[in-house]
């Protein structure tokens, strides 16, 4: 599980670094919700399963992001796809870290 947050933080970096008017905040939001899930479960209040739920959710919204920078120009459309399934995330974040669950 580590190598799979590792990888997805390199790729946070490697898509900021080679798309600065992409980035800002959606790069730096995906990594303050990487951030929050390890918090989590360090903390224990995610379960291993929600974990991996959310990491997989993460993961998708990465693949996304590079699906949409492929062409080298991120639509309307498509930064507005990403933003909405990122606050999806951080919604899904905070009930499963609050619902009481515990390792």
Do not use: C, W
């Amino acid at each position: 599980m580590k190598t799979g947050i590792v990888t997805a933080i390199g790729v946070a970096l490697l898509v900021t670094s080679a798309a600065p008017g992409f980035g800002g905040t959606i790069n730096k939001r995906s990594q303050s919700e990487e951030n929050r899930i390890e918090q989590g479960k360090k903390s224990g209040s995610l379960t291993p399963k929600e974990t991996e739920r959310l990491e997989n959710q993460q993961e998708i919204i990465d693949k996304e992001r590079e699906q949409a920078k492929e062409d080298g120009k991120v639509t309307k459309r498509e930064r507005r796809d990403i933003k909405h399934d990122q606050k999806r995330l951080s919604k899904d974040i905070y009930h499963k870290k609050h619902n009481q669950q515990h390792k």
